[in-house]
């Protein structure tokens, strides 16, 4: 099809179109003229895509390096998803060298204690040492590997559940990009919703206990 | 002491004191003449939460609202944690009224399956709405309160992690206030990269296991 027929069945405007071609993020369709070119469903499927990931609240730049890693790694892998996954950003607080050396140190032991096989190279990780950095800076009490354990561990069960045994290798790596970027920023709220809920029934809980004791 | 030497020992410039006290956050000092006003330690600790919050990532509107709440909540309840955190946002989807009906029909199973004792009225029942009518919009699959139940596990695990059965009831309100914030917005990140990295460690272990068996 013409680009006005893509434009039309994909509802995105030609000129955004030629944007997401000169970024990359969508192939170059097969010239047919000096000045035509036609495109396919690989062209259309792309752009649903995209348009997928940007109601998911992702931004152009994270979609496009979202693309990029998932153009360059093989699909049948789930670590492929990571990958795209480790790209999305996790909110930072600033924090100093040597609290983010305490965090190293905290994240390396709790890893070695799980027995995870993940790189200090991941993007992930360090997103993670942010994170627990952000803690040692700021949390009132000690930033331990023992403390940290319940987290690893909801984690860990988490991850099982989300990527079971069975879990299918043969989807085409568009949907396991669609997958593991909707995945993430769609579970996230969902997972900090229901712990802050989980605060309120706990609440109530022990409230009602203590006045029934005294 | 006055003004002067709370803004010299709080590290708080007088305007923003002065700011602090006509938006509610921080009492009036004790006059002492028709210019002069007299601060204590009360006004001291209350600057200082309030720069602890602040370095935590929050928005004075929402420091002024965590704080308003704490000020008309009995401080030893636990409840009371609930409600300032319920201020805190949580990202959200453009959802249509009838995937907010679907989510709400799901979170009513949950909590009911879970024995939960939240009301719907609480803020942060509407947030767990909007997070899973994000899902209802945009994952491609069934979104059933079975799906759920793991999330809703993991959360309740967390927050009898969080608030241990001997929770010190006796804590002051501010610390109470300060311990719920830093509690959701500090261990939210790590939560989160958290379970990013355990995908990752679950993402190799499966693709090693294929490697072995093929």
Redesign the interface.
């Known amino acids: 099809m013409r680009i006005a027929e893509l434009s039309r069945r994909a509802e995105v405007p030609i000129p955004t179109i030629k944007f997401y071609i000169r970024e990359g993020m969508l192939p170059r369709g097969e010239r047919s003229s000096a000045t035509q070119a036609r495109y396919g469903q690989t062209h259309l499927d792309r752009l649903t895509l995209i348009a ?1 990931l940007q ?3 992702l931004t152009l730049p994270v979609i496009a390096q979202a693309l990029r890693t998932m153009d360059s790694t093989p699909g049948d ?6 990958v795209a ?2 790209a999305l950003p ?5 924090t100093s060298p040597e609290q983010t050396a305490r965090a190293e140190t905290v994240l390396r032991a709790l ?1 070695e204690q ?1 027995g ?3 790189s200090s190279d ?1 993007p ?2 360090q ?2 040492v ?3 950095a ?2 040692v ?4 009490e000690p930033v331990t590997p023992d403390r ?1 354990a ?3 561990e ?10 079971p ?1 069975g ?1 299918n ?1 043969s989807i085409s790596p568009a949907e396991a990009l ?2 593991a970027v ?1 995945g ?25 206990r ?1 006045g029934s004791t005294s």
């Open positions: 997928t109601k998911a609240g892998s789930p670590e492929f998803m990571a996954v480790g996790v909110r930072d607080y600033a890893v799980r995870w096989d993940v991941a992930v990780w997103a993670a942010r994170a627990i952000g803690l800076a700021l949390w009132p940290m319940v987290y690893a909801v984690a860990e069960r988490l991850a099982a559940v989300e990527l045994d879990w290798p669609r997958y909707l993430t920023v769609l579970f996230e709220p969902v997972i900090l919703s229901l712990r802050r809920l989980a605060h309120v029934d706990r609440g109530a809980k022990l409230r009602a203590r």
